[in-house]
């Protein structure tokens, strides 16, 4: 096995009402003017404000940058990096989901190290480390709260960017799951199954090692216990916080043990026709894990047992098809649509897409390299 490189902000915080006791974690890192980088629906809902006041009774100014699109672009950077020159930030809190997050991460990177948050596309690019990150998060999840992944749409080229960088890890990274509460149905499918598919991309990737795996299965029990009832009963308290703690241990595992081609796919998706990122995984999911069986099938029957799936007797071919029913049933009852033709995904713009997704730093660990057609026999069959 390879030697392994283990990633996690140095402090983080989980749990029901835990936001309140972490300003004063917050206060001792002795910041004095923040900028808060979230977006439009935060603010209206008086999320911003409540974290604001928060702030200000712990002695920290603020500003706020409220203008991140649901998939954060190259302008958001710039506007947000604007707004800090203005008010001359010492440190960034990202609050919200992954866009909010991704968003900050390009900002205090390109605060510190200067250019265009272009220079950054791939592995370790920076020279410096990001201005000081406090992530609080409020969706489960995308993990980006903790991760070293930043996901950046180019509006030029309309592609997601993968910048996987150290440099971008938060120094706090905050999950309560009080803030969580409130989202719709349709959210909390589609980011639970974003994280359900870290985890699994995370366990069969080529990267994967003794912790990450220990990560990644108790995320994909976690999240097959407590998704349906977080989306059908929102104030599930229970259901809520397994799910916090569900999707930043499927963090933990793609963090260090990186993704796959659902990432590098879905990366294009959101892209091209800007769809919610967590909705082109959990489609995209059965049918590269379908490919994935001829080299992964042990290990997507690992998967189906920690679903809660009866393996025994079943071979490993068998236990893999038996995973990728248990995702496609889980998928059904949080009412995720059936195909990518209900995204309005066109068959023509195929080939573009999966010329894009093999050069997306996320596809490199897959277990299988696929060659451009068989990506595009993949999207295919998610149609
Ligand atoms: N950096 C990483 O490690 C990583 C990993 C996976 C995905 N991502 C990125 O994350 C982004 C998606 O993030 P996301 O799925 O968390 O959603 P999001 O941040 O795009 O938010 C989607 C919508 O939900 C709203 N919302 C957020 N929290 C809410 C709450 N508690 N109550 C009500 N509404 C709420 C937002 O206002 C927004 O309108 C994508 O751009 C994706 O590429 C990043
Ligand atoms: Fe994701």
Redesign the pocket.
């Known amino acids: 096995m390879a030697a392994s490189t283990f990633f996690i902000p140095p402090v983080n915080k989980i749990g029901m009402g835990c936001m309140t006791e972490s300003v004063e974690l917050i206060r001792n890192y002795g910041y004095r003017q923040a900028l808060i980088v979230t977006?439009?629906?935060?603010n209206e809902?008086g999320?911003v404000g409540k974290v604001q006041a928060l702030l200000a009774d712990a002695g920290i100014k603020s500003a706020i940058y409220d203008g991140?699109n649901?998939?954060?672009t190259t302008i958001n950077v710039e506007d947000g990096l604007k707004i800090l020159r203005q008010h001359n930030c010492d440190c960034v809190i990202s609050l919200?989901?992954?866009?909010?997050?991704?968003c900050a991460?390009g900002i205090a990177l390109v605060a510190t190290n200067g250019g265009d948050i272009r220079d950054y596309e791939g592995v370790d690019r920076s020279a410096k480390p990001q201005l000081p990150l406090i992530a609080i998060n409020?969706?489960a999840?995308?993990?980006?709260e903790m991760?070293r992944?930043?996901?950046i749409?180019d509006v030029e080229r309309h592609i997601?960017m993968a910048i996987v960088d150290k440099h971008v890890t938060p120094i706090l990274s905050i999950n309560d799951s009080v803030?969580?509460?409130?989202?719709?149905k349709g959210?909390t499918a589609?980011?639970g199954m974003?994280a359900l598919t870290?985890a699994i991309e995370a366990y069969v990737s080529t990267a994967a090692n003794p912790i990450t795996d220990a990560c990644a299965l108790k995320a994909v029990t976690m999240i097959s216990r407590n998704l349906r009832r977080a989306v059908e009963e929102g104030h599930d308290v229970e259901a809520r916080e397994n799910m916090a703690y569900a999707q930043f241990l499927a963090?933990m595992a793609?963090?260090n043990a990186s993704l796959g081609y659902v990432?590098a796919m879905a990366?294009q998706l959101?892209g091209f026709y800007d769809l919610?990122?967590?909705v082109c995984n959990a489609v995209l999911l059965p049918h590269v894990q379908r490919f994935n069986t001829q080299v992964a099938a042990a290990r997507l029957k690992d998967i189906a047992v920690a679903m809660g799936v009866d393996v025994a007797n079943l071979s490993d071919g068998q236990g893999a098809d038996a995973c990728i029913q248990a995702i496609s049933e889980l998928a059904r009852d949080v009412n995720i649509p059936a195909g990518l033709s209900s995204l309005k995904v066109k068959e023509e713009d195929l080939p573009t897409l999966a010329t894009n997704a093999l050069k997306d730093a996320c596809g490199f660990t897959n277990p299988i390299q696929a060659s451009h057609e068989e990506i595009v026999a993949i999207f295919k069959a998610a149609m």
């Open positions: 977006d439009r629906v935060l809902i999320v991140t649901p998939n954060p919200g989901g992954g866009s909010p997050h991704d991460k409020t969706t999840g995308t993990a980006s991760t992944f930043c996901i749409t997601k803030l969580m509460a409130g989202m719709p959210l589609a980011t974003d870290h963090g793609f963090n990432h990366h959101g919610p990122h967590g």
